[in-house]
Every structure is written in structure tokens, then in C-alpha cells.
């Protein structure tokens, strides 16, 4: 396997959809092939920190609208039964 | 999340203190994700806006097949996409899958090839590590952007990333391939180790007796550079 056969798939290798025998080539590949190694590991490192990424704050102002929004949407939703409990909004 | 599975059934029960406890723990991921779709901020706020009213209108049909989480990021992701397009003028569906041309061209060559000075979690706690992260990302193309951001942070498949963008498999595959690089590059530049940077150039099998494409390649660098970069 070439450098440029594996960058072509490196996708399905490092998703893990890739045929178990092509995988056996990849490791023998990475044994004499440190730089494609390295590209593969800062790969996945790419998108594992953007996969893992500490969610943003909203902002504050945004929060308050949107929950203001969606306590209406749910009194709609879910009118208070006649004579029985109100809802729980 | 057995947690999250309650939260849902309490919800469905008509319990809005669990409704919203699902929105807190998740408005925050999909602000991001809406944001990097649409990178604009009103436009995030009514996509993430638009797809918890959607998921407390439909929360009866949500069939627990998938997670809480997945149901929500797909209706916020598509919420995005909506009001992307509509800003563009273009029709709110996506156009039929494979409309598009092919991604035409070759895959550039990783560059800067080094480790990373440290594990991503101790990066993470740097200043400036959010803003290198948004850099890189808004740099892209959008078309590559837009399939990093379905494909690898709404965790969309590639046949549902294909018909969300009205864009072939192919293409999905070659754009999330150009985007990930992409942003690998930009990464390694800001986080590597440039005392371990390694040359792409290096030996295999044939190459004692330079004869093989690498070998002359490696060759060439060599005569061109002459300099001490690490060579594997």
C-alpha cells in the first residue's frame, strides 16, 4: 500500500468501515511509515476535539427568550384540563 | 443515557420540568453545531429555537430507535440548513441527491506532519484553544464545512448527510476527506511539535536502491531543502 492509497481511505479507517483485511494492510503500512502514522493519530485527534468540544454558553439574553418560548409553546400543547390539575408549566 | 430515557418518558407524561432539563443539557451542544452551520448568530438562535419547538410539538412521535440526543441534533441540524438556505435564496428542500458536479481535483498532501506537543484534553484548557478551533473551521470552504459539521458533529450518516445537502455519497466522502485534513493541517500547525516534524518524502520497500517514486521524491527534497527535518 502507497502513502496516497492510504490517505484515500483513510476516512472509512479511521470511521472503522473498512474491510478487515485492508486494515492489516494499514498497520503493516504505519510499521515502516511513521509520517502517515502520525497523520492518521493528529486526524483522529482533529476530530475528536471537535467532536468532544466543551459546548458553548448561549448567550444569556437568547436563553431566557427561548425558554420563555418554549413554556408557551407547551401550555398549548398541553392545556390545563377542565376542573382538573394545572399544568405543570 | 438511562437518565435521558426517563427525562423523555416524564416529559411525554406531560412533566415540562424534564422537557426542560432536556433543553438545558442540550442547547449549548446544538447552539454550536447550528452556529457552525449557519455562522451567524441570530441564525443559530432560531435554528436551535425552532428545533426545540419542534421536538416539544413531536415528542409523542420520537420512537427512542435513536437517542434523545441524535433526534434533537438531526432537527437542529436541518432547522440550520433551512434558514441557510433561505438566506441564499435557494429553495428551502435540498435539491435532489447527486445534482451536484464532483469534486474534481486531487487530495492535497498532508503538510505539517508532527505529533502533537500534548493530549487534546490538556490543549483544551489553553485561552486561546476555542478560537483556534472557530478559525480553522470558518476557514473551510463551505460546502466542505457544511459536511465536516453534519458528518462529524451532528453524527450524521453519510446517506443522510448526501440527502440533507442534495450532494452524491461520493462527494460526502471526498468533501468530509478534504475538510478533515483541512483542519488537521491547520491544528498541527497551531499544536504540533515542530522539534518532531517528520517529511512526507520517506523510504519503503525498494527504496534502498532509489528506484521508487519516494525514493526519487525523497531525493529531490533533499537537493531542494538539505535541511534538518527529521526523516522516517
Known amino acids: 500500500m502507497k502513502c496516497e492509497d492510504l490517505l484515500r481511505m483513510l476516512n472509512d479507517y479511521v470511521d472503522g468501515d473498512l474491510d478487515p483485511g485492508l486494515c492489516e494492510e494499514f498497520e503493516k503500512h504505519f510499521a515502516g511509515c511513521n509520517p502517515c502514522r502520525v497523520v492518521v493519530d493528529t486526524v483522529r485527534k482533529t476530530i475528536a476535539i471537535y467532536k468532544g468540544g466543551k459546548a458553548c454558553e448561549i448567550p444569556l439574553d437568547f436563553k431566557r427568550r427561548l425558554h420563555e418560548a418554549l413554556r408557551e409553546k407547551w401550555k398549548q400543547v398541553h392545556p390545563p384540563r377542565e376542573g382538573g390539575e394545572a399544568p405543570r408549566a | ?232
Open chain 2, 1 to 232: 443515557m438511562d437518565d435521558e430515557k426517563a427525562l423523555v418518558a416524564r416529559a411525554r407524561g406531560g412533566d415540562y420540568a424534564a422537557f426542560e432539563e432536556l433543553v438545558s443539557r442540550h442547547e449549548g451542544r446544538l447552539y454550536g453545531i447550528a452556529y457552525n452551520i449557519v455562522r451567524r448568530r441570530e441564525d443559530a438562535e432560531d435554528a436551535v429555537q425552532t428545533a426545540f419547538l419542534n421536538a416539544l410539538e413531536h415528542l409523542g412521535e420520537f420512537r427512542e430507535e435513536a437517542s434523545f440526543a441524535t433526534w434533537i441534533t438531526h432537527i437542529a441540524a436541518n432547522a440550520a440548513l433551512k434558514i441557510l438556505r433561505k438566506r441564499r435564496g435557494l429553495p428551502v428542500a435540498a435539491p435532489p441527491t447527486g445534482a451536484d458536479e464532483d469534486e474534481e481535483g486531487d487530495i492535497p498532501h498532508p503538510d505539517f506532519i508532527a505529533d502533537w506537543r500534548d493530549e487534546p484534553a490538556r490543549l483544551a484548557e489553553s485561552r486561546e484553544f476555542q478560537e483556534i478551533l472557530d478559525g480553522a473551521i470558518e476557514d473551510l470552504p463551505e460546502k466542505h464545512r457544511l459536511v465536516f459539521v453534519l458528518r462529524d458533529l451532528a453524527d450524521k450518516s453519510v446517506e443522510e448527510t448526501a440527502g440533507a445537502l442534495g450532494i452524491s455519497r461520493a462527494n460526502v466522502k471526498v468533501r468530509l476527506l478534504r475538510a478533515r485534513l483541512a483542519l488537521r493541517e491547520r491544528l498541527t500547525r497551531v499544536f504540533g511539535d515542530e522539534s518532531r516534524r517528520l517529511v512526507r518524502a520517506h523510504r519503503h520497500e525498494g527504496d534502498e536502491r532509489g528506484t521508487t517514486p519516494a525514493a526519487q521524491i525523497l531525493r529531490s527534497y533533499r537537493d531542494d531543502e538539505g535541511q534538518a527535518r527529521h526523516e522516517m
